[in-house]
């Protein structure tokens, strides 16, 4: 049994693919996190289950990233929006 909840569901392949969608290189997610290059390959091969500190770094990166992503493609879909975090003149 694995510790956290909704890790029974953990897939190597998703990892990879959040990491996709966070338009995030293996080689940025070593450098914004500090994992070795190694353990990023093992989580997302899946040789290693990551746990505790090693999931929270992968996860909070790859959704922050993602949520960047998602309000830069609204950004350019709608430039004139008064909720754009971004300014033009």
Same mark, same amino acid.
């Given at each position: #049994? @694995? %510790?956290? &909840?909704?890790?029974?569901?953990?897939? %190597?392949?998703?990892? +990879? @693919?959040?990491? +996709?969608?966070?338009? @995030?290189? =293996?080689?940025?997610?070593?450098?914004?996190?500090?994992?070795? =290059?190694?353990?990023l390959? *093992?989580?997302?091969?899946? &040789?290693?289950? %990551?746990?505790?500190?090693?999931? =929270? +770094?992968?996860?909070?990166?790859?959704?922050?990233?993602? @949520?960047?992503?998602?309000? #830069? *493609? $609204? $950004?350019?879909?709608?430039?004139?929006?008064?909720?754009? %975090?971004?300014?033009?003149?």
């Amino acid at each position: #049994m @694995l %510790p956290y &909840k909704g890790m029974e569901d953990f897939s %190597p392949t998703r990892m +990879k @693919l959040l990491r +996709k969608r966070a338009r @995030l290189s =293996r080689r940025d997610v070593v450098r914004e996190t500090g994992l070795s =290059r190694n353990t990023l390959s *093992s989580v997302e091969t899946g &040789k290693h289950t %990551p746990h505790g500190a090693t999931l =929270r +770094k992968l996860l909070d990166l790859y959704f922050r990233e993602a @949520l960047y992503w998602q309000r #830069m *493609s $609204q $950004q350019a879909a709608n430039p004139h929006s008064t909720d754009s %975090p971004i300014t033009t003149q």
